[in-house]
């Protein structure tokens, strides 16, 4: 089970972050990941993080506002997210696999129950 809390609203320009853990399972064992799905949208990728935090990717939109990170000893997933654009607005959710690349293409098995963000002009 994932759990996640953080977003909110904020103005344009603003900071949120988002947290994410998992209960029942060994965290440091798995890739973990962040999508949003804006309204009206299909779920998108946003960053992903490698089992030891070594390895990240970003999707190109976010690259140099949004950093992804983990805290491996408390189990806890993060998504810094600053310099927020009404784009930016959806509902977030984390997931979780044993291959980065499943993580990145959404086929995770494992999800969050996602959290809203939004972002006003």
């Known amino acids: 089970q994932m759990e996640q809390s953080g977003g909110g609203s904020v103005q344009a320009g603003g900071s949120l972050r988002l947290s994410c853990t998992i209960s029942g399972r060994t965290f440091h064992a798995y890739n973990m990941g962040w999508f949003r799905q804006p309204p009206g949208k299909e779920r998108e990728f946003v960053a992903a993080?490698?089992?030891?935090?070594?390895?990240?990717r970003y999707e190109y939109s976010v690259r140099g506002r949004f950093n992804i990170s983990r805290d491996n000893s408390n189990n806890m997933l993060y998504l810094e997210m600053n310099d927020l654009k009404p784009d930016d607005t959806g509902v977030y959710y984390c997931?979780?696999?044993?291959?980065?690349?499943?993580?990145?293409?959404?086929?995770?098995?494992?999800w969050g129950q996602g959290t809203q963000v939004t972002v006003s002009a």
């Open positions: 997931n979780h696999d044993g291959y980065f690349e499943s993580v990145v293409g959404g086929k995770a098995f494992f």
């Open positions: 993080i490698s089992q030891t935090g070594d390895r990240t």
